[in-house]
């Protein structure tokens, strides 16, 4: 009876209103779950409809925003915040980069930051040096140690544990970042691909454990730069400007192979404690990615370029958020002191 009423109604709306009535009948008519017609949209329930006017391209179509609403910008952090995903790249190396990074972390109140730059030998001890020598800086930047898995096999494990025993010495408190290239792109010296749970590389991650060392890991990028680079990949544009960060099938490892690998690493060391970053780029599909986390206590994560997919799910992210919050780290990624704030903005309000 209710849907009688319904057609009922917007019948008496058309024959009164013809332009309503001519508006419901132009378009083309779709069958229930296929897409629109190249060049057309869906505008109402299984109707799609070319544009009139000349079409903008993508980059030149800049809509604003009529909405009148209170605008809650939030330039530094409520609590001092620990940024375990850091690279101040340069400025760790003088102290005039420190001094203009311990500037920027106050204003941002930023606490400490973990510097996350695969550093190893020499350049980790200068740059250790470096930090503990500022009177200002020397307890707010703490330096994650490299491992290069260049030529791994038999030999490489020995010489990988001894080199990270000595940064350790040298001031290391953690491994990372390892980059996404190991998994993706890195090769051993037969020429197959490295795997992230290769056996060869057993040794260093129980070195890890053994020394109480946090592995900071990246696996891959987000799903949608190992899919067709079609219209309906919601990262088209950024793949389309950045075309380096597009994965096609016959050259990498899928998305779905690197998870697993990288899932069957943190299963096969429970005694190492792994920080997965950007939220193990399934921060678009949470209830997956808490089952990660609920398997696997010795896997932490940070925040790190995700918040597009926590801003457009605000209440399943905090119910998340508010459920991990042991084991979801702060992280910013690449330093932009102007960028911080939006992090806050999302956290806090």
Known sequence: MRNTFVAVGLAIIAFGNPAAAQRGSRGTAIPEGEPCPPGTTEIRPRNC???????????????????????HMVKSAKYPAIDFHGHPQ??????????????????????????????????????????????????????????????????????????????????????????KSFGLSVRKPDGSRLKLDDPDLDPIWEACARLKLPVFIHTGDPEQ?????????????????????RYPQDRYPSFETLIAERDNLFRKHPKTTFVTAHMGWQANDLARFGKVLDEMPNVYTEVGAVLYDIGRQPRVAHDFFVKYQDRILFGKDSFQPEEYPYYWRVFET
């Open 49 to 71: 409809m070319a544009p009139e006017v000349p079409v903008p391209s993508i980059l030149d179509y800049r809509p604003r925003s009529t909405l009148v609403a209170p605008v």
């Open 90 to 179: 340069g400025l760790l190396g003088t102290s005039e980069g420190l001094a203009s990074l311990g500037a920027a972390l106050d204003s941002l109140n930023v606490r400490m930051m973990v510097s996350a730059d695969n550093m190893s030998g020499d350049r980790l001890k200068n740059t250790v040096a470096s930090v503990r020598g500022s009177d200002k800086m020397k307890d707010r930047v703490r330096i994650l140690a490299g491992i290069s898995f260049q030529n791994v096999g038999p030999a490489w494990a020995e010489k990988a544990v001894a080199q990270l025993e000595a940064d350790v010495a040298n001031g290391a408190v953690g491994v990372g970042e390892i980059s």
């Open 225 to 245: 730069f190992f899919r067709p680079l079609d219209y309906t990949n919601e990262r088209w544009l950024e793949q389309a400007l950045f075309p380096e960060r």
